[in-house]
C-alpha cells in the first residue's frame, strides 16, 4: 500500500481507502463489515470513511464495532455532517449547534473518543462560514476531531474559507471530498488547483462511477443485485448511464486486459495518476471485491497508456 500526506498536514492516508455509503450498515451487514475492514487493515488500509446520515447513522455504528478490534493510533477515521440527521429545524447544516451536536452524536455511535477528520457535507448557504469554521476549530481544540475538511464545495467556497481560517488565525482545512472519476472531471480545472494552491489533499469519492467503469453494466443490462436496480440508489447512477458513458466503460475494459488488470482497477490507477489526490474511496460489499480493488496499487502501467482517455472523458 502507498501512503500520500493530506495535504500539507503530516497526516498520512492510504491511497485507496474504505467507505461506507450506501454499503456498510446497508447491503452489508455487521458480520460482513467487520471481515471487510480486517481485509482492509490486513492489505494496509489504514484511512475508512463514514457520514451521520449514510443508512441512517447504521454505517457509523456498524464501522465503529469492525474497528472497534483495531488499535485507535492505527487508522484514520473520517465522518461528515450537514445533511438532516432528525426532523427539527436545527438538525441539518453547518450551524456551530449543529456541527457540535452532530460531532458528539457521531462519536457516540462510532464508539471512539474522536475523529481523525471532520468534514463539512456541503457547503451551507445559510450559515456565515465564519461561524462554521469556528465551531471546527473548538473541536480541535477541545480534542474531539484533530483535522477538519470540506465536501463537494466549489473553489471559490474552498478559497474563501481557507482566507476565513487564516484571517481569523484559526486550523487549516486539510481536505476536500470531491466525486471523480473518468467520467466526472468537474474538479479538474479549479478545484484541484485551488486545493494546491491551499495545501488541502483531495480525497476523492466514486472513483469507477458508480460501478460503470467496472464493466458491471456493459451493454447497458441492469443486474439484479447492482445499484441501479434498487430503488433506493439507483438515482445515483443514472448519469453514469448513456451511451457514452457506457462506450468508455467498454474501452476502459478492452485496454485494462490487455495489461491483465481488470477494469475497475484500471480506472483507480487513473484516477491515481495525480498527484493531488490523496486517497481514492471505494465501497465493497465482499472482502473478495475488496483484495480485487486493492490490487490496483501493484498494477504498473506506463503514463503514455492513459493519454487515449483524456480527450473522450474530459
Known sequence: MEYRKLGRSGLRVSAVSLGSWITLGYKVDAQKTAEIVRTAFDLGVNF?????????????????????HIPRKDY????????????????RGL??????????????RLSVDYLDLYQCHRFDPDTPTEETMRALSDLIRQGKI??????????????????????????????????????????????????????????????LAQGVLTGK??????????????????GFIQRYLDEKSLSLAKRVAEVA??????????ALRWCL?????????????SATQLRENIAAMDLELPPSVFDEFEESSS
Open 48 to 68: 475508512y470513511d463514514t457520514a451521520d446520515v449514510y443508512s441512517g447513522g447504521e454505517a457509523e455504528r456498524v464501522l465503529g464495532s469492525a474497528l472497534s
Open 76 to 91: 484514520v477515521l473520517a465522518s461528515k455532517c450537514y445533511f438532516p440527521s432528525a426532523e427539527g429545524p436545527n438538525d
Open 257 to 266: 486486459k490487455s495489461y491483465g488488470a481488470t477494469s475497475g482497477q484500471f
Open 217 to 234: 453494466y456493459a451493454g447497458g443490462t441492469i443486474p439484479k443485485d447492482s445499484r441501479a436496480a434498487d430503488k433506493n440508489t439507483e
Open 95 to 108: 450551524s456551530r449547534k449543529h456541527i457540535m451536536e452532530s460531532c458528539h452524536a457521531s462519536l457516540k
Open 273 to 285: 495518476r495525480r498527484p493531488e489526490l490523496a486517497s481514492v474511496i471505494i465501497g465493497v460489499t
Open 146 to 207: 484533530l483535522y477538519a475538511g470540506v465536501s463537494e464545495w466549489t473553489a471559490e467556497q474552498i478559497v474563501d474559507a481557507c482566507h476565513l481560517c487564516r484571517s481569523m488565525n484559526l486550523d487549516p482545512l486539510v481536505s476536500n471530498q470531491p466525486v471523480y472519476n473518468m467520467l466526472e472531471r468537474k474538479i479538474e480545472p479549479e478545484i484541484l488547483p485551488a486545493c494546491a494552491r491551499e495545501g488541502i489533499g483531495n480525497i476523492v469519492f466514486s472513483p
